[in-house]
């Protein structure tokens, strides 16, 4: 099983920039795919990017296309969400989540596969 840990989230100006982190650990040496989803008071969970497991990364959400970038760190077990450009429709508890599933994964698929997620972290864009 895996554990993540999120961290990076905090309060900036409109157009700013922030990179959260995901601390990721496991006790077996089995890779997974990983994810962004971000959740605004009053709505639903969204996904907002996805790497699988081949490194993969799928087109992101329309709302962060351009402004948001995902990437794995150099040794495979750190997530990151780069954020520039941000806006107040941004503000929202960010989370990490990981999968196992073997097969064509992405923030758009059904959450079911989505079965390990960290506790979040919350990015407020304000002025």
């Known amino acids: 099983q895996a554990q993540l840990v999120e961290s990076g989230g905090g309060s900036v100006l409109p157009g700013g920039s922030l990179r959260l982190s995901c601390h990721f650990s496991?006790?077996?040496?089995?890779?997974?795919?990983m994810a962004w989803f971000r959740q605004a008071p009053g709505k639903e969970r969204e996904g907002v990017a996805s790497?699988?497991?081949?490194?993969?990364?799928?087109p992101y959400a329309a709302s962060v296309k351009g402004r948001f970038t995902i990437s794995k760190g150099n040794a495979k077990n750190t997530l990151y969400l780069q954020m520039n450009n941000l806006k107040p429709a941004d503000t929202a508890m960010y989370y990490c989540?990981?999968?196992?599933?073997?097969?064509?994964?992405?923030?758009?698929?059904?959450?079911?596969?989505?079965?390990?997620w960290g506790q979040g972290t919350q990015v407020t864009v304000s002025s």
């Open positions: 790497i699988e497991m081949n490194d993969y990364i799928h």
């Open positions: 496991s006790d077996t040496d089995r890779k997974f795919n």
């Open positions: 989540a990981a999968s196992g599933y073997e097969g064509p994964l992405s923030h758009r698929s059904p959450r079911p596969l989505w079965p390990i």
